[in-house]
């Protein structure tokens, strides 16, 4: 009767765990509620259109996922994102649907139709009840993801609102450009808003993503930009748990067969796995989404607390040195990782395609899932698959195969580093099942190469819209003529390679009992082992010269080896073994682009240890929740014990990096807080000006507005809008320009208007193949602008207007300060600060103001402003404040209007 009572539970609904889920969801809005305000609404509707797209694919997760413990939902949200993203954006491209709301809904209502219709078909050609194994734990897992989906959205939506500013000192300028112009166009590609004419030649296909999530919500990019990024890390959050506990869950299945070992009745076996899985899940994802590397233990923990106890005062802890530890050269290396990236804010390549790396090895994971039965029964017969045509072809149409090679597709229009990272990772657990299927023989081989050549394939198929307008930007392999020092790899990866080899040791040594390498075997004899422990991990030793080559590991060692891991240790090793290549690699080739000299591995660096710091996240904290929670040894536990103090005194650095960039979000202050960009246009444009500090030492210039005059930051606001209200997504609007990082092309970077050039940096890496040499054509339209604002001659103004087909000319300052004349810098006040403009921003001539609008029709028009910089001086409470009691260190006039060109 008991037993009947605890299937009737399990295969109907889940009664207590609906009800909690109902509680603590409604509890959860309510805190949403209070700290969003006026946006909890759109993040209630974008929330919203992320469960229709997740129920939407279900069905197709469900038939090829249903291993999992939440049947593949996560797998079928995340992959509904990018499926129905992709159809309409691939129509679009070739001009036979318009990207818009209606469409994209239209679009997505298709894909559930096909999807649903699948399924059916699917069941009754398999002669399966549909969803006939979706049992109560399955709801109860789905119900606990989303829950935990919503509760990661809401805390990262709260922190983001505290910092909407879109500034220059990071790549939000670009980014934002990119989501601005995509969403403002109806076909793809679209335009690059710093490259008038040209359509974007960059990785955007994450950012689309976030537009198109941003059209199904019906809203624009001021909201899409900051629940787009909040999205990337509440899912990738729990796409990491997920991992986690189904490795876990697997791992303790397998430590119970090994030694015969059940942790109390089922009810208690079931109840201590899912403690397991909760306990190593949240552990996963605060160690991909919340921590940095040891850098923040050594020099954020350790070394201040000894210069205290050397009554030394210690040195404050500065967050971004963690992403800049490793100098080459001159110049500091970059090695981010995710929450560096989402306190940081930028929505750039390799923050968007989280989702995808973390859903490809969702799906190598389900695919081991798939085949794991076949590998035990290989391993318990000993013996192997037959490999024939009609085998190939039914392996070829494996759905699990195909939708990861879709995915691999899609990451090459996303960040294409990470496209051959996952190739080798695919190939490497592919690979590695099939060998143990087929005997790591010839056959391996075929089927391997068949696997390899279907991926390859069809990501070439689906990148295949975006390739057609793209440009490579590389110039192939360099080898690297310095190298990182040793102490500073260490202090980066020493903690997760020190897990990963400790994860190694142990599987290696239970391989060595259980093959019984170094031990000799008599002729025609059985390798000893305990009877009850026969089965898949020991393998029967056939003949003398297999028993010879027994004593000395196997007849292949890397097939010895990996044939006798259990489930989890081979995944886990597997991403391991990837990650430790993927550190390694930095040192030994680069990928040319335009970094030259002491910064030629930085992009290289970048990318590669960015995978690499996921992948560790999720093989450390399975290592040591496994170890501590059901262990082989009490050295083990020990071990792991202190493996999980560090990683999670890494977590605390999330709060220092916060407070640092964001402020005390739990202490607001009365501080605005808004979800939308496009409020805190004004903010962004102070923001911006935050470099002068750097620039000028220190605290020497923070302020940069005079007495009532209306602020630049407001005027600029003012002429955003007004572009935005009045003009037309491909109407080119001229700007002055200059290097990277500093307030320039603000409005092409807020509407997405494109303007003849923007951050010529950028557009040298992007349209150069990599060369180092700065190309001509970005030249060209360099002087071609500063001709435009400088000359006095109509003709030769025309003949621009004419060649860059502008259609609006903006005045502002930037164009002032570009092109002002050598008396409004006040080199008397300070000879530092005359260079740093002269270098950077100044060019010998002064705009002529009339002529240009002479050009057309003045359409909006400022006057004339006054733009001054003070000195500061100290407010007693920790911060700066203008000094009006001096003059300014500089101060110029400019008038500030928009031209409508007569054409």
């Known amino acids: 009767m008991k037993q009947n009572k605890i299937n009737n539970a399990e295969q109907g609904l889940p009664i207590i765990p609906i009800v909690a889920f109902f509680f603590v969801t409604l509890f959860t809005l309510l805190i ?36 999992f413990s939440d049947g593949g939902y996560i797998i079928g949200k995340v992959f509904g994102l990018q499926a129905s993203g992709w159809l309409i954006w691939a129509l679009s491209t070739f001009k036979i649907m318009k990207f818009n709301t209606s469409n994209s809904w239209a679009v997505l209502g298709i894909c559930a139709v096909l999807n649903y219709g699948f399924y059916a078909f699917y069941c009754k050609k398999a002669d399966k009840k549909p969803f006939e194994n979706f049992d109560g734990k399955k709801v109860s897992r789905i119900l606990y993801y989303e829950l935990l989906f919503l509760i990661m959205f809401i805390f990262f939506c709260y922190m983001k609102s505290f910092r909407v500013t879109i500034t220059s000192d990071t790549e ?3 980014d934002f450009g990119f989501l601005a112009s995509i969403m403002g166009t109806e076909y793809m590609p679209a335009n690059d808003m710093w490259y008038s004419g040209e359509p974007i030649n960059y990785y955007y296909f994450g950012i689309y993503i976030c537009g198109f999530v941003g059209k199904l919500v019906n809203t624009h990019a001021g909201y899409a930009y900051n629940l787009g990024l909040m999205t990337i890390c509440s899912v990738g959050f729990v796409q990491v748990y997920a991992i986690v506990a189904e490795l876990l869950k697997r791992g303790l299945g397998e430590y119970e067969k090994r030694n015969g070992k059940k942790f109390g009745s089922k009810e208690k076996n079931a109840a201590f796995s899912d403690f397991c899985q909760h306990i190593g899940g949240m552990l996963g994802g605060f160690a991909v989404f919340f921590a940095s590397n040891a850098h923040f233990i050594l020099y954020g923990g350790i070394y201040p607390t000894v210069q205290k106890l050397m009554g030394d005062e210690p ?61 035990t029964a290989a391993r318990e017969s000993d013996s ?75 990501s070439l198929i689906v990148s295949l819209p975006f390739r057609m307008h793209f440009e490579s930007m590389t110039a192939g392999i360099g080898f690297p003529l310095s190298h990182s020092d040793p102490y500073e790899l260490a202090v980066l990866w020493a903690l997760p390679i020190a897990v990963s080899v400790g994860l190694f040791m142990i599987s290696f040594n239970r391989y060595k009992v259980a093959a019984g390498v170094g031990k000799k075997v008599a002729k025609g004899k059985v390798a000893k082992r305990p009877e009850h422990k026969r089965g898949f991990i020991y393998k029967k030793v056939k003949d003398e010269n297999e028993a010879e080559e027994k004593k000395d590991g196997g007849i292949n060692h890397l097939f010895s080896f990996i044939y006798r891991l259990e489930f989890s240790d081979l995944f886990a090793l597997t991403l391991a073994a990837c990650a430790t290549g993927l550190v390694l690699m930095c040192e030994v080739v680069y990928v040319r682009d335009i970094y ?57 650095y999330f709060n220092n990096a916060c407070t640092g960039y964001i402020g005390h979000i739990f202490k607001p202050d009365g501080r605005e807080r808004t979800l939308n960009s496009y409020d805190q246009v004004a903010e962004s444009e102070r923001s911006s000006m935050f470099w002068f500090k750097q620039q000028l030492g220190g605290d020497q210039v923070n302020n940069i507005f005079s007495g009532e005059e209306p602020s630049r930051a407001a005027l600029v606001e003012d002429m955003v809008k007004w572009v935005m209200e009045n003009t037309e997504m491909d109407d080119v609007i001229s700007q002055m320009v200059v290097s990277a990082y500093k307030p320039f092309a603000t409005i092409s970077s807020f509407t997405g208007r494109p303007a003849p050039i923007g951050w010529y940096n950028h557009e040298w890496l992007w349209r150069n193949g990599g060369s180092v040499e700065k190309p001509q054509k970005v030249i060209d339209r360099q002087e071609d602008m500063l001709t435009l604002y400088s000359t006095s001659d109509p003709a030769v103004a ?10 609006y000319i903006y005045v502002g300052y930037t164009e002032a300060l570009r092109c002002g004349p050598i008396d409004y810098i006040s080199s008397s006040k300070d000879e530092q600060y005359t260079m740093f403009y002269r270098e950077w921003w100044y060019a010998p001539t002064s705009i002529d103001y009339e002529m240009l609008k002479s050009l057309g029709d003045v359409v909006y028009d400022a006057g004339t ?39």
């Not at 963690?322 to 940081?344: C, M, N, V, W």
């Not at 904290?621 to 999980?644: D, P, S």
């Not at 000195?871 to 009006?884: C, F, I, Q, S």
């Open 384 to 458: 192997y698959e037959k490999v024939d045509v009609k085998y190939l072809i039914n392996e070829a149409l494996d759905p699990a195969v195909i939708m990861a090679s879709f995915i691999i597709g899609i990451i090459s229009m996303t960040n294409s580093w990470d496209f051959p990272i996952y190739i080798v990772v695919s190939g490497a657990i592919i690979c590695f099942s099939n060998a143990v299927i087929t005997g790591f023989n010839k056959n391996t081989l075929i089927l391997t190469g068949l696997h390899a050549f279907e991926c390859v394939m069809i």
């Open 172 to 174: 939000k300028y670009m």
């Open 798 to 807: 025309k003949a621009i207007i004419d060649k860059y087909d502008i259609d």
């Open 865 to 903: 402003q006054v733009y001054s910089i003070y000195p500061n001086k100290d407010n007693g409470a920790g911060g700066y404040e203008v000094d009006r009691a001096y003059e300014p260190l500089f101060s110029a006039e400019y008038e500030a209007f928009i031209v409508k060109v007569r054409k």
């Open 32 to 67: 949403g509620s209070k700290w969003l305000d006026k946006d909890f609404g759109m993040v209630m509707k974008w929330w919203a259109v992320l469960v229709a797209t997740a129920f939407a694919f279900f069905p197709l997760a469900y038939a090829v996922f249903n291993r």
């Open 596 to 652: 030259g000299s002491s910064y030629a591995r930085t992009n290289t660096m970048f990318k590669l240890g960015y995978q690499a710091f996921i992948l560790f996240g999720i093989v450390m904290t399975y290592t040591v929740t496994r170890l501590i929670l059901f262990n082989e040894t009490l050295k083990q536990r020990k071990l792991a014990v202190a493996g999980a103090f560090f990683i999670i005194w890494t977590i605390f």
């Open 315 to 375: 040195k404050k802890y500065w967050f971004p040195d963690a992403t800049r530890f490793i100098k080459d050269g001159e110049g500091q290396l970059i090695h981010e990782f995710p929450s560096y990236s989402f306190i940081l804010g930028d929505l750039h390549a390799h923050v968007t395609d989280i989702m995808n790396v973390l859903l490809i090895v969702m799906m190598l994971l389900g695919f081991l899932m798939r085949r794991w039965d076949r590998m």
